[in-house]
């Protein structure tokens, strides 16, 4: 069996500072007594799980329980303080939609930078650039800054532009709850198609019909801990009066 | 080594995209465009020019020609390493929600400042041909000074990058360093006229040296010999060595402090 993100033992801390030192002359003054504390805030303890390929990972829990913090970690955007993570095969991380959009920039433009920023090279992205726009519905909009653009149309963009690449895995940050209607319907079908050609699905969602509906396993993180990891069995457990 | 070889080879177009970026928004609802970064060097040269001649008197040959290497060499150094200084804690939106090489904004900022110092280069010719000044043939090696203070910048540029994101007072810090560098660096006087005690400051300033590597070049006409080559390389080497490995050091905790 071949896994397609392993996660051993990591641990996330950051460090809280209390009382706010803005200034160099109390840093200072703080640094000499020695009283230059940080409260240690524990977002993740001792986390350890793998994912097989092509399964559907479902992470679960409440706010502030480290589920987007566990993503960032697997996506390589935060560095563990201890433990590891071994990542086969390239992510697409939807972790926010339209990264990097920049407001004064038109469309076409940002799609070109969005691109660049995922790593794709600029050829790729001309080559796919009508079947983004198409699937983004915005055929009418292409040269029109996107400052002008509803919230909505920036986040079809930024889903265009991240799935138009079929990735090893791909990390989604309840960013299926944008849009209307028809456009998620779009999104989940575009998820499902991903998933048969074999790309791993990490999903978090407060949405839990649609990990229920997804995903094949679930890790159900408290207070940064694990809690639970198992299959859909625990979805009552998580959310007693949930109707099937 | 091949791994890192291979991300930038991913990311280029990124550093472009960029660079491109920051271009068009300089630029955008200016009548002149990018005209200005030809323009900017050349006003700033009149008005000095007319201070130099007529309040206090000059006698450097050229001067306009002179005053605009010193000028144009500084003005790409602190360019790129201001916008350095403050690339992490900009692209902060970016980092944390994207995995991407760091070192690639504080690059972006120095080459985005040696695409404006090569406009930047069209005012010098303009210069020479009004003032009459004899064209020489070692013009054609202006490459090699602008792309030593390029490598040098992009190492101080890295230094202050990693420096910033945890005390944002290096910014006040540096703007107050500049005033001074710019002083030190013999843009509108020739460091003849300098007393000795303050000459020896002046040849520890890595600026010194690229002014006067691009002067010999442009005003004297001549080959630069080999101490102002090994001078300029060994500065700009081993800023760009000491950069990247403070940068590497700190890269992952960047993300705390933005």
Known sequence: MSYAVEVNNVSMHFNMNKDKIDNLKEYCIKLFKRQLFFEDFTALQDISFKIESGDTFGIIGLNGSGKSTLLKVISGILKPTTGSVKVTGTIAPLIELGAGFDPDLTARENIFLNGSVLGFSREFMREKFDEIIEFSELQDFVNVPIKNFSSGMVARIGFSVATIVKPDILICDEILAVGDYKFQEKCEQRIKDLMSGGTTVILVSHSIQQVERICNHILWLEHGKMKALGGKELIPLYQPDFER | ?258
């Not at chain 2, 040696?114 to 406009?119: S, T, W």
């Not at chain 2, 060994?234 to 705390?256: T, V």
């Open chain 2, 1 to 258: 080594m091949k791994a890192y070889f291979d991300a930038f080879k991913k990311y280029h177009y990124l550093l472009e995209d960029l660079v491109a970026k920051d271009f068009k928004l300089k630029y955008r609802r200016s009548v002149l465009g990018f005209l200005w970064s030809i323009l900017n060097p050349l006003l700033m040269m009149l008005v000095i020019t007319a201070v130099f001649s007529n309040i206090f008197k000059s006698d450097i040959e050229y001067f306009p020609v002179y005053y605009l290497c010193g000028y144009l060499i500084f003005n790409f150094v602190i360019e790129a390493t201001n916008g350095a200084m403050t690339s992490i804690v900009q692209s902060g939106y970016l980092i944390k929600k994207v995995y991407i090489p760091k070192y690639i904004f504080p690059l972006e900022k120095s080459s985005f400042a040696l695409v404006n110092v090569l406009f930047s280069f069209v005012a010098v010719l303009i210069v020479i041909l009004i003032t009459g000044m004899p064209i020489k043939a070692t013009i054609f090696l202006i490459p090699i000074p602008i792309f030593l203070a390029f490598i040098f910048s992009t190492g101080l540029g890295l230094i202050l990058a990693s420096m910033n994101t945890f005390f944002r007072d290096m910014g006040h810090l540096y703007s107050v360093w500049t005033t001074a560098w710019m002083y030190l660096t013999p843009m509108f006087y020739p460091i003849s006229i300098i007393p000795d005690n303050i000459k020896t400051v002046i040849y520890y300033n890595p600026l010194y040296y690229y002014v006067t590597y691009l002067r010999m070049l442009v005003i004297d006409g001549e080959i630069p010999g080999m101490e102002i080559n090994v001078i300029c390389i060994c500065f700009s080497f081993l800023f760009l060595l000491i950069g990247l490995l403070i940068f590497k050091r700190n890269q992952d905790k960047f993300i705390l402090y933005i």
